[in-house]
């Protein structure tokens, strides 16, 4: 996308602006690599209409597992340690 059909794009959907704004994560995406906004349109909009995105809450999940697993093992050596003393 170029600059003019972004700022088209979000005169269109002031809730999708506002949506960008509210992370300057997203705005700093925006700036860097206008072709981006495309793809946080299609995010922001199925959000809106209540789709899941399971390929991101996979990722999240499996994350959240690997460190879990990480605590427990450095938890499982203190315990160790501990009967040793």
Do not use: C, H
Not at 23 to 29: E, N
Not at 48 to 59: E, M, P, T
Request: charged share 40%; net charge positive.
């Amino acid at each position: 996308m170029k600059k003019k059909e972004v700022k088209k794009l979000l005169k269109e959907n002031p809730e999708f602006e506002a949506w960008v704004v509210e992370d300057s994560m997203r705005v700093r995406a925006v700036r860097s690599n206008p072709g981006m906004a495309e793809e946080l349109f299609k995010r922001w909009n199925d959000r809106k209409r209540g789709r899941l995105d399971f390929d991101n809450i996979s990722q999240k999940t499996k994350r959240a597992s690997e460190m879990l697993t990480g605590v427990q093992s450095i938890m499982d050596m203190m315990a160790d340690y501990t009967k040793k003393l």
